[in-house]
């Protein structure tokens, strides 16, 4: 590889590549001796130029005739031919030739002739430098004549050239050319004031160069530049003396242009750099001026105070006072730009900004915490006389313990929303958070300090929050929680929900006491089977088993209706819903537990309403029943016609979800096959086909004294089937249920109108208490069922029932499956 060396200028800086210009008077070239014979010998007489020569490749930019100039040979073979040479005592000729780039635009090693271009320049070998093996070889050469290669050939990773001279005769000076070189000129002094380093090239322009002639001038001046390979190399090959002047004017005319560019980008930079410096070493006069002054404290000394201050309105325990002047001594020996610094300061914060020995003044008003509730929440009875008696103890005891409340029902039953209204009955701070899918136990207790990024957990950001230490916390969705390799968040819950436990909690990141002992808990869950027994045991159950729909029409009124005509910017004189139309509602397509789809019903309804109401603002829009069908669509509740009358084999059953009570048919028919055999269908869980299975064994028992039960249960498969057959069901409440539906279809005998049954059914016959009896009954005033049969064990749970549940039903306790016939069947 041959590379063109850089100049150097008087101050070491690299410039552009300057070589020595050989001129008329004879050869200058910085390094050597200008009145060296040797060197003066160097004009060489035309017809001594070599016509075949060694070709040496130039990989950066070519070199112009009556130059001189040092080149590296890197290449150990070019490097051993030119040693060869230069040891004979004949000059040493040799063609350089710039090499074409690849299309990457990187040097690479010539394969053939089509690598190089075609026209390159004679040079004379002046002198070599002391050759070390394995180091490049600096050869100082004389370029002398341009010449167009013919042929090339490559023998042994050697080039050779077979050239044809083109010998420039010197021009006469026209008034074009002295305007063209008066134009370089300029644009040379042009490029010194904007940039330094051309300012050597300057001077050996004007001392060295013959002005005379005009194309020594244009290939001095191209070489000046910092233009590519490519573009110097057409000024090598344009033989054309004006060409190449005005080729040359206009590669100067682009250096002065990005001279200019690089000194405004240079001047902007510098200026904001001496602004910003200068503002900082003002600031840093000031800050120093305010400390001689006593004005200003440094950061550390400013922290510390401000921590003192809060230390100051708060009572912490022994524990956290110790901490936190243990803490502020270690800040004050730390200094601002240690990474301890930031750890110990962010700690501190948390440690004074909690609220120690605060506590809000709780309201013993019960006149005044009832109408807030009433307010609120229409119905919701259990939980509003729960917070009165709350109330109640505090008036005696003069301070309400900290309390611990499950509300457990169906979504949309309000049990989120009545956690706001108790704090405010209450007079204290509310928070809420999510628990569900939590999967990390640092939620709930904090991450260690020694992690990036530590936090204390969720309950202590709430106090911090609330600024209270008695703040009314409601933790959503406690049935949801999850649990992974990071821990688990229930375990975890044990402590801050235990009275004896938490008054002493340990976050892990404050690592110091916190008296919870006085928050009141509220937690809501849909259901109960997947809360961890141990946390079941630390909270107050409460059953918000959902509404019926009379409930749903006051909740409507009072609630919904007022909320959305505000949220749609409409009036009550406007949009007129009466209790028929929402009775319509419930009944046809809000028929779930909770009010939601109630809610998002009257949305759709006053959406499609604003319409008319743009049209004529003072028009009352009064919502008819017939009309629901347009704005809600198809029921979504049918009335389910092919139930209403009894049925053979068909029993009403009463069932409990997590999304509240719910009616279920039972359906029973015979299969001839002569043979018995029974099987169940409706995606029945694993206990409610034992129980269906009982049910079976005990009919079948029941009926084998008489002949023709017998025979019919030999002769035929029973099909059990529960609709609807997507929907997932288990349990043993449904026991008596399926043992009615067979023993209609084996007495053929269908059971009373109006008629629903819940009940577990022992393989003796006994009926056993079931659960969810408040949600199944509301299920069954829905569905407009008049009588309905409980086990014995209930009758308790059924009288506690609110009297607008039990109005209009018909009871029937019962403790065997023997009087279950005697009441379902006439």
């Known amino acids: 590889m041959v590379e063109v060396e850089l100049a150097l200028d008087n101050n070491g800086e690299t410039m552009a590549e300057k070589p020595t210009v050989l001129t008329p008077d004879g050869i200058d070239s910085p390094g050597y001796d200008n009145n060296d014979t040797s060197a003066k010998s160097l004009v060489v007489a035309k017809n001594l130029l070599p016509e075949q020569m060694m070709v040496v490749p130039l990989y950066d930019r070519p070199m112009f005739p009556k130059m001189m100039g040092p080149i590296i040979v890197d290449d150990s073979i070019l490097q051993q031919a030119v040693?060869?040479?230069?040891?004979?005592?004949?000059?040493?000729?040799?063609?350089?030739?710039?090499?074409k780039p690849n299309q990457d635009g990187l040097a690479h090693a010539?394969?053939?002739?089509?690598?190089?271009?075609?026209?390159?320049?004679?040079?004379?070998?002046?002198?070599?430098?002391?050759?070390?093996?394995?180091?490049?070889?600096?050869?100082?050469?004389?370029?002398?004549?341009?010449?167009?290669?013919?042929?090339?050939?490559?023998?042994?990773?050697?080039?050779?050239?077979?050239?044809?001279?083109?010998?420039?005769?010197?021009?006469?000076?026209?008034?074009?050319?002295?305007?063209?070189?008066?134009?370089?000129?300029?644009?040379?002094?042009?490029?010194?004031?904007?940039?330094?380093?051309?300012?050597?090239?300057?001077?050996?322009l004007i001392e060295r160069i013959n002005l005379s002639d005009p194309g020594s001038l244009a290939d001095f001046a191209a070489s000046m530049t910092t233009s590519s390979g490519t573009e110097i190399q057409n000024v090598l090959e344009t033989l054309d003396v004006r060409k190449r002047l005005e080729m040359v004017l206009i590669l100067l005319k682009n250096e002065v242009e990005i001279s200019k560019l690089k000194a405004k980008i240079s001047k902007r930079i510098e200026e904001q750099l001496s602004k910003q410096q200068r503002e900082f070493f003002l600031k840093q006069q000031l800050q120093e001026i305010k400390k001689e002054l006593g004005l200003a404290k440094d950061d550390t000394q400013t922290e510390i105070e401000k921590y003192q201050k809060r230390l100051k309105k708060l009572v912490p325990s022994e524990e956290a006072r110790a901490k936190i002047e243990e803490e502020i001594e270690k800040l004050k020996l730390l200094g601002a730009s240690s990474p301890e610094f930031n750890v110990t300061r962010t700690y501190l914060d948390w440690l004074t900004v909690l609220p120690w020995g605060v506590y809000s003044k709780d309201s013993y008003n019960q006149k005044k915490a009832q109408k807030i509730l009433d307010k609120d929440h229409y119905g919701l009875d259990d939980v509003k006389d729960r917070i009165l008696e709350l109330i109640s103890v505090g008036v005696i005891k003069g301070d309400l313990s900290g309390t611990i409340l499950l509300l457990q029902g169906p979504p949309g039953v309000g049990k989120t929303s009545i956690?706001?209204?108790?704090?405010?009955?209450?007079?204290?701070?509310?928070?809420?958070?999510?628990?569900?899918?939590?999967?990390?136990?640092?939620?709930?207790?904090?991450?260690?300090?020694?992690?990036?990024?530590?936090?204390?957990?969720?309950?202590?950001?709430?106090?911090?929050?609330?600024?209270?230490?008695?703040?009314v916390i409601m933790l959503d969705e406690i049935d949801k929680i999850g649990a992974s390799f990071h821990g688990d968040p229930a375990s975890a819950l044990l402590e801050v929900l235990d009275p004896e436990q938490n008054r002493d909690f340990l976050d892990h990141y404050l690592d110091v006491r916190f008296d919870l002992s006085k928050i009141f808990f509220i937690c809501t869950a849909n259901q109960l089977d997947t809360i961890p027994g141990p946390l079941m045991d630390r909270m107050e159950v409460i059953q918000l088993p959902g509404y019926i729909l009379e409930e749903k029409v006051e909740i409507a009124r009072r609630h919904l209706i007022p909320k959305q005509l505000k949220a749609h910017g409409l009036t009550a004189k406007q949009v007129t819903l009466s209790k028929a139309v929402v009775s319509g509602i419930v009944d046809g397509y809000a028929r779930e537990a909770g009010v939601r789809g109630l809610e998002n019903c009257i949305k759709k309804i006053l959406r499609k309403t604003v319409g008319k109401i743009i049209d004529n603002p003072e028009q009352n829009v009064r919502i008819k029943k017939d009309e629901l069908r347009d704005f809600l669509g198809k029921r979504y509740f049918s009335e389910e016609h092919a139930y209403k009358k009894p049925r053979v084999g068909v029993i009403t059953g009463l069932?409990?979800?997590?999304?509240?009570?719910?009616?279920?048919?039972?359906?029973?028919?015979?299969?001839?096959?002569?043979?018995?055999?029974?099987?169940q269908t409706g995606q029945l869980g694993k206990v409610m086909v034992e129980s269906?299975?009982?049910?079976?064994?005990?009919?079948?028992?029941?009926?084998?004294?008489?002949?023709?039960?017998?025979?019919?249960?030999?002769?035929?498969?029973?099909?059990?089937?529960?609709?609807?057959?997507?929907?997932?069901?288990?349990?043993?409440?449904?026991?008596?249920?399926?043992?009615?539906?067979?023993?209609?279809?084996?007495?053929?005998?269908p059971v009373k109108e109006n008629m629903?049954?819940?009940?577990?059914?022992?393989?003796?016959?006994?009926?056993?208490?079931?659960?969810?009896?408040?949600?199944?009954?509301?299920?069954?005033?829905?569905?407009?069922?008049?009588?309905?049969v409980l086990p014995k064990d209930n009758q308790e749970d059924f009288e506690l029932l609110p009297d607008h549940i039990k109005e209009g039903i018909t009871p029937y306790f019962v403790s065997s499956f023997e009087e279950v016939i005697r009441i379902c069947f006439k």
């Open 655 to 679: 069932a409990y979800t997590s999304m509240g009570g719910t009616t279920l048919h039972i359906e029973a028919v015979p299969i001839p096959t002569g043979q018995a055999g029974f099987k």
């Open 110 to 204: 010539a394969e053939s002739e089509d690598d190089f271009f075609k026209v390159g320049v004679v040079a004379r070998v002046i002198q070599v430098s002391p050759y070390t093996k394995g180091e490049p070889l600096q050869v100082l050469v004389q370029a002398l004549e341009r010449f167009d290669v013919v042929s090339m050939m490559n023998k042994d990773a050697i080039f050779t050239a077979e050239v044809k001279y083109s010998f420039e005769t010197i021009e006469e000076n026209t008034e074009e050319f002295k305007a063209y070189s008066g134009a370089i000129i300029d644009c040379i002094k042009e490029l010194v004031n904007l940039n330094p380093l051309f300012k050597e090239g300057l001077s050996l």
């Open 419 to 471: 956690g706001r209204s108790v704090a405010k009955s209450l007079g204290r701070e509310f928070y809420r958070f999510s628990l569900g899918g939590m999967r990390d136990e640092a939620e709930i207790k904090g991450h260690r300090r020694t992690y990036i990024g530590a936090m204390p957990g969720k309950f202590v950001q709430a106090i911090k929050t609330c600024n209270t230490a008695n703040p």
């Open 756 to 788: 629903a049954m819940t009940g577990e059914l022992t393989l003796t016959g006994l009926v056993m208490p079931i659960g969810g009896v408040k949600e199944k009954m509301i299920a069954s005033k829905r569905a407009k069922v008049r009588e309905v």
């Open 692 to 749: 269906s299975e009982i049910a079976y064994s005990y009919i079948r028992s029941l009926m084998g004294g008489d002949k023709g039960g017998g025979e019919f249960f030999s002769k035929n498969l029973i099909h059990l089937h529960v609709p609807a057959g997507a929907t997932p069901k288990d349990g043993p409440s449904a026991g008596i249920t399926m043992a009615c539906a067979l023993y209609s279809l084996v007495t053929n005998s």
């Open 83 to 99: 040693l060869k040479h230069v040891n004979q005592s004949e000059p040493l000729y040799f063609g350089l030739i710039l090499q």
